[in-house]
């Protein structure tokens, strides 16, 4: 079966349209509730702060070169600058960045992707507009992202540092690493997926991570589905494989997640040292906090993920 049939013939399985209304433009972010928060705030235990971001600057990286998702290029624009004329009652350094606002640590927002002409909720792809932007689905929908997060060492518990460039990671695997982990996810959980990808990025070798990435198999939409994920992030380029399976689809998983379930989708998180943490004392559990910059009709946005262990 071509895997375009696959995301058609899962669609329905899995589709969120409807469920919290047909105005409804956060998806499976609606599943964070109080209890959900709390419950990240329980899993608590020393305070210690992880950062699972990547530094935003020329040096990161781009999606296999594409130029739309330009690293952000910083420019000093005010330098020391004495607003009475003397340097003595103060100094002002101010910048510009320009950026592809989905380089970098970002989310996708359920605007990001559509086919057969809808968004997600049924929204027509065509409330995006060059003028406005993202009219519906828009990254300035999303909100705050506080909640428990769960981490999925997929790579660590397929012993390996890395999995290839086009390899699909199974349910089946997300079951292991989740058994690894001993946690049972509930509703409103924001689960992370390592892959191993970033650690090449990390240790420089910035073209092998942008030539390629493993990838979510379409069959893990019904996995996020039944338990009731809110969001999720992989610590690659993108969370489908490339390259493809097969010329059907390009991006089977982005349609699955953004258009069909409404689940929000992160990409180029670290989560390397915070994959070694948890190893270590066998915790995957923590408090995230994730919200990405409101940008006004975005279909994306940066964000500087922690999790708080």
């Not at 650690?199 to 030539?211: H, N, P, S």
């Not at 489908?240 to 390009?250: A, E, G, I, L, Y």
Request: with cysteine.
């Amino acid at each position: 079966m071509r895997v375009m049939d696959t995301v058609r013939e899962l669609a329905p399985q899995v589709s969120n349209w409807g469920r919290w209304g047909d105005d409804d433009e956060r998806g499976t972010l609606n599943l964070i509730d109080d209890a959900a928060v709390v419950r990240g705030a329980s899993a608590v235990v020393d305070g210690t702060p992880i950062s699972l971001a990547i530094p935003a600057d020329i040096g990161g990286p781009k999606l296999m070169g594409q130029s739309s998702r330009l690293p952000p290029l910083r420019t000093l624009t005010m330098h020391n600058f004495a607003f009475t004329g003397d340097p003595a009652t103060g100094q002002l350094n101010d910048d510009t960045v320009t950026m592809g606002l989905q380089s970098g640590t970002h989310w996708d927002a359920l605007s990001h992707v559509g086919y057969d002409g809808q968004l997600y909720n049924g929204f027509p792809v065509d409330t995006v507009t060059v003028e406005a932007g993202a009219t519906r689905c828009g990254i300035d929908k999303v909100g705050p992202i506080v909640t428990r997060g769960v981490l999925l060492d997929v790579a660590r518990t397929q012993a390996t540092d890395c999995l290839e460039h086009g390899a699909f990671v199974t349910p089946q695997q997300l079951d292991d690493a989740l058994g690894v982990a001993g946690v049972i996810l509930q509703a409103g959980d924001v689960v992370l997926v390592r892959t191993g990808q970033m650690g090449r990025f990390l240790a420089g070798d910035r073209k092998t991570y942008e030539r390629g990435s493993p990838g979510l198999a379409p069959e893990c939409a019904t996995w996020f589905h039944r338990h009731d994920v809110a969001a999720y992030a992989v610590d690659s380029q993108n969370p489908d494989p490339f390259p493809p399976q097969d010329d059907s689809v390009f991006l089977p998983f982005h349609l699955l997640a953004l258009r069909d379930m409404g689940m929000l989708q992160g990409q180029n998180w670290n989560l390397e040292t915070l994959a070694d943490a948890c190893h270590d004392d066998r915790r995957y559990s923590f408090q995230l906090s994730a919200t990405p910059e409101p940008f006004t009709g975005a279909s994306g946005a940066p964000v500087a993920p922690v999790a708080v262990r």
